[in-house]
């Protein structure tokens, strides 16, 4: 069952605490269409050119994005600049 929930954030808004840098991040999973019950939930299917989704990326910055999931375990980037980065397995 889908739920529509309406939510702000006020810049006003007061912090409860506060995050250190590096750990600020959000995650967008990773899920094909076909997996039961996630549709087309996944980053796969998501606008990033979507302007509010940009307004929140802009928001939020500087963040980091992580791409999580069962099925985020078995992608391979391809970054020219990350040449020399190994796997976190090492």
């Known amino acids: 069952m889908t739920k529509l929930i309406d939510l702000t954030i006020s ?12 750990f600020l991040s ?11 019950g996630w549709g087309n939930s996944s980053v796969i299917n998501a ?11 802009k928001n939020l910055s ?7 999931g069962s099925q985020a375990d078995t992608i391979i980037y391809n970054f020219p600049s990350a040449a020399n980065v190994t796997d976190k397995d090492g």
Do not use: C, H, Y
């Open 47 to 57: 606008d990033l050119q979507n302007p509010k989704l940009i307004e929140a990326a």
């Open 11 to 22: 810049p006003d808004a007061s912090s409860i605490g506060d995050v250190e840098q590096e």
């Open 26 to 36: 959000t995650t967008m999973d990773w899920w094909p269409q076909s997996a039961d």
């Open 62 to 68: 500087p963040f980091f994005l992580r791409i999580g």
